[in-house]
């Protein structure tokens, strides 16, 4: 049984370039959320979503970020015109229905920008 | 919102128990849960408490005060692969967790 894969392991890009990164949950969970990390700092919350639906973005940017969950595929996060301060590893954990206590999370993809 | 506040860090020898304290202030708290990430990488779901009391499970047992909002995750019988990062989060009317920056905790053998 897998568990929540993630995709790129490590991204590079330049400034202005654009950022993809892929979350897929585990089997069964409809639930996802997307979380920062800087180094030597805790995870900060961006956005929680689940199929087809964005229920709270109140953690991430007003401009350059989005995020989806699409019926069919991963979860996608999506960064524009990408900034040095950009650069962080990005986690996404999944849960089941309402089990949102006990998340389970992936490797993460570390976003380096140049 | 919510803030959470734990040590940076901790230091302990091997084979000894180590407690990592957490105090939270929220708005519609739910519970707290406790997380260990090696070097890293995944983090790793360890314990959750919604009721007041202590939760054992294995080495770790977690305890929550919701009447001082503080908890705490203790750590017995110390290994070396012990060694990570802690993370405290809290749960609340949000639904989306909120974590602490985390302890470091090193193990000396």
């Known amino acids: 049984n897998a568990g929540v894969m993630q995709n790129p392991r490590h991204l590079v890009r330049r400034r202005g370039q654009e950022a993809r990164l892929r979350c897929s949950p585990m089997?069964?969970?409809?639930?996802v959320y997307w979380y920062r990390q800087l180094p030597e700092e805790g995870l900060k919350f961006m956005v929680y979503?689940?199929?087809?639906?964005?229920?709270?973005e109140s953690g991430m940017p007003k401009e350059r970020f989005s995020a989806e969950f699409p019926k069919e595929g991963p979860s996608i996060l999506r960064i524009q015109q990408v900034v040095r301060g950009d650069s962080a590893a990005y986690f996404c954990?999944?849960?089941?229905?309402?089990?949102?206590?006990?998340?389970?999370f992936g490797s993460g993809t570390q976003l380096s920008v140049l | 919102g919510q803030s959470l506040e734990q040590p940076s860090e901790v230091t302990a020898v091997e084979g000894a128990i180590v407690q990592i304290n957490c105090t939270y202030q929220?708005?519609?708290?739910?519970?707290l849960s406790w997380y260990q990430q090696h070097d890293g990488g995944a983090p790793t779901f360890l314990s959750y408490?919604?009721?007041?009391g202590l939760e054992e499970t294995g080495r770790f047992s977690s305890f929550l005060s919701r009447s001082d909002s503080y908890g705490y995750l203790l750590l017995q019988e110390l290994q070396m692969k012990d060694s990570a990062s802690y993370f405290c989060?809290?749960?609340?009317?949000?639904?989306?967790?909120?974590f602490g920056s985390g302890t470091q905790l090193t193990v000396l053998p």
């Open positions: 979503l689940q199929k087809e639906n964005i229920i709270d």
């Open positions: 954990a999944s849960s089941p229905d309402r089990g949102y206590e006990k998340l389970f």
């Open positions: 989060a809290a749960s609340g009317s949000a639904r989306q967790l909120t």
């Open positions: 408490n919604a009721l007041d």
């Open positions: 089997k069964g969970h409809s639930h």
């Open positions: 929220t708005s519609g708290f739910y519970g």
